[in-house]
T-cell receptor, first 113, second 110 residues
């Protein structure tokens, strides 16, 4: 089955700095890679995703890059703000109706004002 | 405009007393998932349905069962909850790729 590793497990940055979270996956059949932000006591919220036919995707301060050959993908947050503080999960999924997501273990991001 | 609804949002039960959590969706998605999430951990998949086809994860305890009577509804039954079953239970749906999560049910076992 799929195995997703996520690093680092905790990340602390100063407001305005950039944050980078990295994930690797094992199953070459995975072709959909979402990133979720989860605040305490709330549901995971999709913030950006990327499909395997794309190398990079950007949405305002958030970007995701994918290296399919190396089987790794990364989340980049620029100009971080205190409200970016949360737990971030990466996941890998095959793009089929019956596919299931395998989650990384999560990264706790703290943005210090 | 709730899309994935979970009831109740908070459930308190006693050790060994059966409990049922419910999930409904207005998206008409054919895939529904149940996840268990403990504090500071990633969501752990328990089951998923592709239409009526039931898929049980290998490490899902026998204590957990699920029913999907129709496209819109899915239930998670915990037959004899133990203290270790206290967690957030998340329901999610998908059609192709993106998953839509419900708000979760926080289960407390006394």
């Amino acid at each position: 089955g799929e195995n997703v590793e996520q690093h680092p497990s905790t990340l602390s940055v100063q407001e305005g700095d950039s944050a980078v979270i990295k994930c690797t996956y094992s199953d070459s059949a995975s072709n959909y890679f979402p990133w979720y932000k989860q605040e305490l006591g709330k549901r995971p919220q999709l913030i950006i995703d990327i499909r395997s036919n794309v190398g990079e995707k950007k949405d305002q301060r958030i970007a995701v890059t994918l290296n399919k050959t190396a089987k790794h993908f990364s989340l980049h947050i620029t100009e971080t703000q205190p409200e970016d503080s949360a737990v971030y999960f990466c996941a890998a999924k095959d793009n089929t109706n019956a596919g299931k997501s395998t989650f990384g273990d999560g990264t706790t991001l703290t943005v210090k004002p | 405009d709730a899309m994935v609804i979970q009831n109740p949002r908070y459930q308190v039960t006693q050790f060994g007393k059966p409990v049922t959590l419910s999930c409904s969706q207005t998206l008409n998605h054919n895939v529904m998932y149940w996840y268990q999430q403990k504090s500071s951990q990633a969501p752990k998949l328990l089951f998923h349905y592709y239409d009526k086809d039931f898929n049980n994860e290998a490490d899902t305890p026998d204590n957990f069962q699920s029913r999907r009577p129709n496209t819109s509804f899915c239930f998670l039954d915990i037959r004899s909850p133990g203290l270790g079953d206290a967690a957030m239970y998340l329901c999610a749906t998908s059609r192709v790729a993106e998953q839509f999560f419900g708000p979760g049910t926080r289960l407390t076992v006394l």
